[in-house]
Antibody, heavy 118, light 108 residues
Framework: EVQLVESGGGLVQPGRSLRLSCTASGFTFGDYAINWFRQAPGKGLELIGF??????????DYAASVKDRFTISRDDSKSIAYLQMNSLKIEDTAVYYC?????????WGQGTLVTVSS | EIVLTQSPGTLSLSPGERATLSCRAS???????LAWYQHKPGQAPRLLIY???TRATGIPDRFSGSGSVTDFTLTISRLEPEDFAVYYC?????????FGQGTKVEIK
């Protein structure tokens, strides 16, 4: 069974850092692009970045809203993708989801809440 | 960036009724580079449709997608109690991939 589980969310002060993990099981992790999305309170879904599969060397791309602050990495040997979030802002408060797939996302995690507040 | 506009914002219907959801793109997304998702509070989004009209694995045939280029529709032929949720369209024909703002299907 394909599963994606996010972890690492919580309450953090503005300007601080947080690292989220996306732990996968049930499929060959390295064969798939992994995406990070977020949904701010009362808002829709936003793609914040992704890492391509091993065939593309795990290359990454980011939304303008998080570029230069967030970094996505992956460890195919552990089937885990990471989202390193630095210089967090209040507007980064959201539920963060990871998903599988380079075009559409066929499997998603249930999300982890990140609250940025002083 | 391709902007997706979904309408209506909220659809109030009764179980057994037909739901028709619209997604319009600000520019072409390619012929069929569009997906639909169902999202319930506290749950993972669920892929319903990709390629504009292909049902994902395990999705009941009461869900159908149609359209191309800039105008797309998700139809739920007969609403079941578990279908009341928020529905998002997403395009993957342009970079970055973008979502519509969602249509909430609520019980009338």
């Amino acid at each position: 069974e394909v599963q994606l589980v996010e972890s690492g969310g919580g309450l953090v002060q503005p300007g601080r850092s947080l690292r989220l993990s996306c732990t996968a099981s049930g499929f060959t992790f390295g064969d798939y692009a992994i995406n990070w999305f977020r949904q701010a309170p009362g808002k829709g879904l936003e793609l914040i970045g992704f890492t391509r599969n091993k065939a593309y060397g795990g290359a990454t791309d980011y939304a303008a809203s998080v570029k230069d602050r967030f970094t996505i990495s992956r460890d195919d040997s552990k089937s885990i993708a990471y989202l390193q979030m630095n210089s967090l802002k209040i507007e980064d408060t959201a539920v963060y989801y990871c998903s599988r797939g380079g075009g559409w996302s066929d499997y998603w995690g249930q999300g982890t809440l990140v609250t940025v507040s002083s | 960036e391709i902007v997706l506009t979904q309408s209506p914002g909220t659809l109030s219907l009764s179980p057994g009724e037909r739901a028709t959801l619209s997604c319009r793109a600000s520019q072409s997304v390619g012929s069929d580079y569009l997906a639909w998702y169902q999202h319930k509070p506290g749950q993972a989004p669920r892929l319903l449709i990709y390629g504009a009209s292909t049902r994902a694995t395990g999705i009941p045939d009461r869900f159908s997608g149609s359209g191309s280029v800039t105008d797309f529709t998700l139809t739920i032929s007969r609403l079941e109690p578990e279908d009341f949720a928020v529905y998002y369209c997403q395009q993957y024909g342009g970079s970055p991939r973008t979502f519509g703002q969602g249509t909430k299907v609520e019980i009338k």
